[in-house]
C-alpha cells in the first residue's frame, strides 16, 4: 500500500494555492489595495499635508500608509513622508516629538496617532503615553493627583481632545478647592492662569522671595503680593516690578521729594523709623556738638533743601559782638562748644606777644568795641613815659612786650653808637638831668680836661684815642709825610720831637744819621738809598740799577773784591778782566766767558749745543764733551751717527749708515722703525712681535709677508680654507675669528652664534657639514621620528624649548582649558601619531556617569571648564528649585541610579505609609512622578 497524503502537498493543491495567491494579488494591486478596511479614516479637514486635507481623502489608497511584508520601509516612514516637520521634529531633542523619541526610541507613530475609528474620531490619543508634558512649557510635577488622590488623566484637562485646552479648566478644578483664595486671585491677577502658572507652580507657597535680587526682609516679609505686584497678570508683569523704595513710597515722603529717591540711604525695611542717614555723606558734616541736635531744629517744617550751612543762620542771636567780626563765626569758635574759642590774634594787624597774650580782651577792647581800637604803644602806655615825650610816641623803639623795664634801645641807631667803654657808661653821665636832645657828640666836649697836648693836636680826640681806653692811643704816623717803619716805629716820641715840638721835624735820615756816614759824603746825604730803617748795618744797596747787576755768585762777594781800596768808580765789568787766569780754553773761545759759564758757579756751564749745527738730544745729552770733542778738539767734529757707532750696527750695512732713521738718542736699543711705511705694517700682535720672531738671522729683505708661511702649523683646518688666513683670522690675536657665518649657506641665528666650531664642525672637518636640523638634533627628537625631520616647523634656533608648533593647524584643534595643557597630557610618553580625537579616551577617569550616557562628552561638557556641564536633563531639573541642584544631590552613587530622598525632607517610611493605597508601590518615584509633580 502507498502511504496517505494531504491533498494540499499534491503537486495539483500547490499549484492550485500559487494561482489563487496571485488572482488575490492581482486584485489587490488593481485595487489599489482597499480589498479590505479596518474602518473609515478620519475625514475632519485641516492643512494641506501631502496634497490632502485628511487621511479620508487617500481612502482606497492603503499603500499610501501601509507597506507590504517584503518591503524595508515602514508605516512610520510612510507617515514621514507626508509630515515632514514631524520628522524633523523627532531629530530634535528639545521638540515634542524630538523628546518623545527620546523616551522611547522605539516608538511607533500609530502608537499615538490611531486611524480607521471613524471620521470624525481623534487623531491624537495619549492615555497610553507618559507624554513629555514639559516640552509642551507647562509641568505635569504638580498635577500627578486630583484632590481625591485619583490619577490625573489627559482628559481630566483637555476633555475629550488632548490638542485642545481651555485656562476656565483650572478655575473650575482649583475654585471648589478653596474657593476664597480663588476669587481674590483672579481679582488680583486675572484669569488667564497659564501666564504665570507653568506646572512648576515656582510662584505657589513655596516661593522663597530671597532667592531674587529683592530679598523680603523687616515689614516687607507681611507685605502680599498684589501690594508690590499691582495688576500684574504675567511673569513679566511679576518682574518688571520696580525695585526701588520711591516708586512704593514716594506718598509716604515727608520731605516731598527735597533728600531724593533714594530712600536706603537712610530708611530700612526694618521700619520707616529710625532713620540711619548719614550726615557725613552731605555737604555738611556734623561733628561736635551739632551730632546732637535733633533734625528738626536745623530743617524746620521737614524743609531740606537750601538749608543755610553758616554759623550766623542759626547763632546770630548769640552774636555777643554784634556783627563787628562780620558772619564768619567758625573762624573763632568751634563746634565743641560755644565758649570754646579758639581765636588766633596773629591773623590781624596786631599779633599778641609777650605779656599782651594774658591781657583780658576788655582791656583793651573795652565795652566790647573791636574796632578802630589802637594798634600803637602810646595810646595805651602814654602815662608811662617817662621821657616826657622826647622821644616820640614810637615805644616800640626801646620798649618790648615782655615786660615795660625790658630796655632795648639799640644806640647804634643814633647819631652817637657806642663803643669801647661807652657802652659801660650810665645814661645819666651823658644825659644830665634826664636830657638827651642836643647831647653832644664829640669827644672834647666831655674829655677836654684831659688834652695834654694843650689843643696842639685839635679837638679830634677820636683821630689818636680810642674808645676803649683813654691811654690806647692809635696815632697814625703813616698819614703824615713821615710814616714810621721798622726801627723807626719803636723809637719814642721825644727822640725825634724834642721839648714836646712836633711841627717842622726834618725827615731825612742825614739830619739824624749824619755821625754814622763811614763813605765821608761819597754817596751823598740820601742814606735810606742803601741802609734800611730796620738796622743801620741793613744795607740794601741795589746793585742791580748799575751798570754791573750782581747775579749768582757775585752777589755773595764783599764789595772791596771787586772794589780795592773802597774804590768804586771805574771798576771793570767784563768776566775776563777777573777770570782770565782760569781760561782752561786757552783762548780758543774769545774772551765771552758769559757764553758759556753761568754767574753762580764758573764750573756751571750753559753752552748751548743747540745753537750748532749739532743740537743734544736725550743720551747725548749727557755725554761727556771730550768724548765726542778728544783732546779739546772741537772744530771739525762729525755730526753724522755712524761715524761715532759704526761698531754697533748690527746690521752689517744692511741699511746704511743712517743710524736715525730708526734708532733713538735716548738708547742705542730704542728703535724706532716705523714698520708701517714698508710693505707689511705691523698691527694686532705683530706690533708686540720680536724682529728675530720674522726675521731669522738677521735676514730681512724677501721677508714673506703672507700668514700662512708663518702661521701654517696653527692651520687646524688642514688647508680646507686656503692659505688666506686673514678671511677669518685676524692680527689682534689667532683665537680671535671673524668668520661670516651669515655669509655662507647656513647663517647662525639664535643659540647657533654661542655654539663652538667644534660643535657642528667635528675632528675638523667643515666641508660637507649638514645644513638641516635633525641632523645635529636627533638625539633631541623625543617625538622618535613622528613628526619627520623638519624641525623647524615648530622649534626655533633662539631655544630648542621655544616652540611654535600651531596645534590649530590640525584635525584637533586647541580651545578652552586645551590650550594651557602640557604636551604630555595628551600624549604621554612622546606618543603623537594616532592620538585620540575624542573627549572619551582621555577624560574616562572623570565619567562620573559610569558609561551611561555613552562617550560623547562634548554633548554635555566643554573645553572651557569639565564643569558646569550642559545637560539636557529629561526629568526637570527646575521641579524643586532654580535648577543648580548638583548632580550628587540625586545621583549620589552613580547617575544610572537615583533617589529622590537626598533632596526632600520625606523618608521611605512616610512615602510607604503615604502611598499604602498605590498597588505596586516602589521607591521608584519617576514611576508616577515622571515630570517631578504630584
Known amino acids: 500500500m502507498r502511504a496517505a497524503r494531504f491533498g494540499c502537498l499534491t503537486s495539483s493543491g500547490i499549484i492550485a494555492a500559487l494561482a489563487a495567491a496571485f488572482v488575490i494579488a492581482g486584485s489587490a494591486l488593481a485595487g489599489g489595495g482597499a480589498m479590505y478596511s479596518p474602518g473609515a479614516l478620519n475625514a475632519v479637514p485641516g492643512d494641506v499635508v501631502g496634497g490632502v486635507t485628511s487621511h479620508a481623502e487617500i481612502k482606497g489608497d492603503c499603500n499610501a500608509c501601509h507597506t507590504a511584508p517584503w518591503e524595508k520601509a515602514t508605516m512610520d516612514d510612510r507617515c514621514s513622508t507626508c509630515h515632514t516637520n514631524v520628522a524633523a521634529e523627532m531629530a530634535d531633542p528639545v521638540s515634542i516629538h524630538g523628546k518623545m523619541m527620546e523616551i522611547d526610541q522605539g516608538a511607533k507613530c500609530r502608537d499615538c496617532h490611531p486611524e480607521h475609528h471613524g471620521v470624525d474620531a481623534l487623531l491624537t490619543v495619549l492615555e497610553k503615553w507618559t507624554f513629555p508634558h514639559e516640552v509642551a512649557k507647562y509641568s505635569l510635577d504638580g498635577h500627578q493627583f486630583k484632590a ?86 504675567t511673569v513679566a508683569d511679576l518682574q518688571s516690578a520696580k525695585q526701588d523704595c520711591f516708586a512704593c513710597h514716594q506718598a509716604d515722603d515727608p520731605h516731598k521729594g527735597n533728600l531724593g529717591p533714594d530712600c536706603a540711604s537712610c530708611h530700612s525695611p526694618e521700619g520707616w523709623k529710625p532713620s540711619t542717614y548719614d550726615h557725613a555723606r552731605s555737604d555738611f558734616k556734623l561733628d561736635g556738638l551739632h551730632s546732637k541736635v ?40 568751634n563746634t565743641s562748644g560755644w565758649q570754646n574759642v579758639s581765636y588766633d590774634h596773629k591773623d590781624t594787624n596786631f599779633p599778641l606777644t609777650g605779656l599782651h597774650q594774658n591781657v583780658a580782651c576788655k582791656a583793651c577792647h573795652v565795652n566790647n568795641v573791636y574796632k578802630n581800637t589802637p594798634t600803637n604803644c602810646y595810646a595805651c602806655h602814654a602815662a608811662r613815659d617817662n621821657h616826657k615825650g622826647q622821644f616820640g610816641q614810637d615805644c616800640a623803639l626801646c620798649h618790648n612786650s615782655s615786660g615795660w623795664k625790658n ?92 721839648n714836646g715840638t712836633f711841627k717842622n721835624t726834618p725827615k731825612d735820615c742825614y739830619s739824624c744819621h749824619a755821625a754814622k756816614d763811614n763813605h765821608k759824603g761819597q754817596f751823598g746825604t740820601n742814606c735810606g738809598s742803601c741802609h734800611k730803617p730796620t738796622k743801620w748795618k741793613d744795607v740794601f744797596y741795589n746793585h742791580g740799577a748799575t751798570a754791573f747787576p750782581l747775579v ?166 688642514n688647508g680646507q680654507f686656503g692659505t688666506n688666513c686673514g678671511q677669518c683670522h685676524t692680527p689682534t690675536g689667532w683665537s680671535d675669528v671673524t668668520f661670516n657665518h651669515n655669509q655662507t649657506a647656513f647663517p647662525l641665528i639664535g643659540k647657533h652664534t654661542n655654539v663652538s666650531c667644534a660643535s657642528c664642525h667635528k675632528n675638523g672637518v667643515y666641508a660637507g657639514t649638514p645644513k638641516d636640523c635633525y641632523s645635529c638634533h636627533a638625539s633631541k627628537d623625543h617625538h622618535n621620528g613622528q613628526f619627520g625631520t623638519d624641525c623647524g616647523q615648530c622649534h626655533t634656533p633662539t631655544g630648542w624649548g621655544n616652540v611654535t608648533f600651531n596645534h590649530n593647524q590640525t584635525a584637533f584643534a586647541l580651545t578652552g582649558a586645551h590650550v594651557n595643557a602640557s604636551c604630555n597630557q595628551c600624549h604621554v610618553n612622546g606618543v603623537f601619531a594616532g592620538t585620540p580625537k575624542d573627549c572619551y579616551s582621555c577624560h574616562a577617569s572623570k565619567d562620573a556617569h559610569g558609561g551611561s550616557y555613552g562617550t560623547n562628552c562634548g554633548q554635555c561638557h566643554s573645553t572651557s571648564a569639565w564643569k558646569p556641564a550642559n545637560f539636557n536633563h529629561t526629568f526637570p531639573l527646575k521641579h524643586g528649585g532654580d535648577g543648580t541642584v548638583a548632580c550628587a544631590t540625586c545621583h549620589p552613587n552613580s547617575t544610572s541610579s537615583y533617589t529622590c530622598y537626598g533632596c526632600h525632607e520625606h523618608d521611605p517610611a512616610k512615602m510607604a505609609e503615604k502611598h499604602k493605597e498605590v498597588s505596586n508601590f516602589s521607591e521608584n518615584c519617576a514611576q508616577c512622578h515622571p515630570n517631578g509633580k504630584d
Open 148 to 233: 481625591g488622590k485619583d490619577p490625573f488623566l489627559c482628559s481630566d484637562c483637555h476633555g475629550r481632545d488632548v490638542t485642545q485646552f481651555d485656562t476656565v479648566t483650572c478655575v473650575n478644578c482649583h475654585a471648589p478647592t478653596d474657593i476664597t483664595f480663588m476669587v481674590d486671585h483672579i481679582v488680583t491677577f486675572g484669569n488667564s492662569c497659564l501666564n504665570c502658572h507653568d506646572g512648576f507652580d515656582r510662584f505657589g507657597g513655596d516661593f522663597n522671595h530671597d532667592e531674587f535680587t529683592f530679598k523680603l526682609a523687616g515689614k516687607h516679609s507681611a507685605v502680599t503680593c498684589s501690594q508690590c505686584h499691582a495688576n500684574s497678570h
Open 407 to 498: 630796655i632795648s634801645f639799640d644806640h647804634a641807631k643814633s647819631a652817637f653808637p657806642l663803643a669801647g667803654t661807652h657802652t659801660a657808661v650810665e645814661c645819666k653821665l651823658c644825659h644830665v638831668n634826664g636830657v638827651f636832645k642836643g647831647t653832644p657828640k664829640d669827644c672834647y666836649s666831655c674829655h677836654a680836661a684831659k688834652d695834654n697836648h694843650k689843643g696842639q693836636f685839635g679837638t679830634n680826640c677820636g683821630s689818636c684815642h680810642k674808645p676803649t681806653k683813654w691811654s690806647d692811643v692809635f696815632y697814625d704816623h703813616g698819614s703824615t709825610a713821615f710814616p714810621l717803619v721798622a726801627s723807626h716805629i719803636t723809637v719814642a716820641c721825644k727822640s725825634c720831637h724834642v
Open 294 to 333: 535733633e533734625c528738626s531744629k536745623c530743617h524746620a517744617n521737614n524743609d531740606f533743601k537750601d538749608t543755610p550751612q553758616d554759623c550766623y543762620a542759626c547763632h546770630a542771636a548769640k552774636d555777643n559782638h554784634k556783627g563787628q567780626f562780620g558772619t564768619n563765626c567758625g573762624a573763632c569758635h
Open 552 to 717: 749768582g755768585s757775585h752777589a755773595t762777594v764783599t764789595c772791596k773784591s771787586c772794589h780795592v781800596n773802597g774804590t768804586f768808580k771805574g771798576t771793570p765789568k767784563d768776566c775776563y778782566s777777573c777770570h782770565a787766569a782760569k781760561d782752561n780754553h786757552k783762548g780758543q773761545f774769545g774772551t765771552n766767558c758769559a757764553s758759556c759759564h753761568k754767574p753762580s758757579k764758573w764750573k756751571d756751564v750753559i753752552f748751548d749745543h743747540n745753537a750748532t749745527a749739532f743740537p743734544l738730544v736725550s743720551t747725548h745729552k749727557t755725554v761727556a764733551c771730550l768724548a765726542c770733542h778728544v783732546n779739546g778738539v772741537f772744530k771739525g767734529t762729525r755730526k753724522d751717527c755712524y761715524s761715532c757707532h759704526a761698531a754697533k750696527d748690527k746690521h752689517n750695512g744692511q741699511f746704511g749708515t743712517d743710524c736715525g732713521s730708526c734708532h733713538k738718542p735716548t738708547k742705542w736699543s730704542d728703535v724706532t722703525f716705523d714698520h708701517g711705511v714698508t710693505a707689511f705694517p705691523l698691527i694686532g700682535r705683530h706690533t708686540n712681535v720680536s724682529c728675530v720672531s720674522c726675521h731669522k738671522n738677521g735676514v730681512y729683505k724677501g721677508t714673506p709677508k703672507d700668514c700662512y708661511s708663518c702661521h701654517a702649523p696653527k692651520d687646524k683646518h
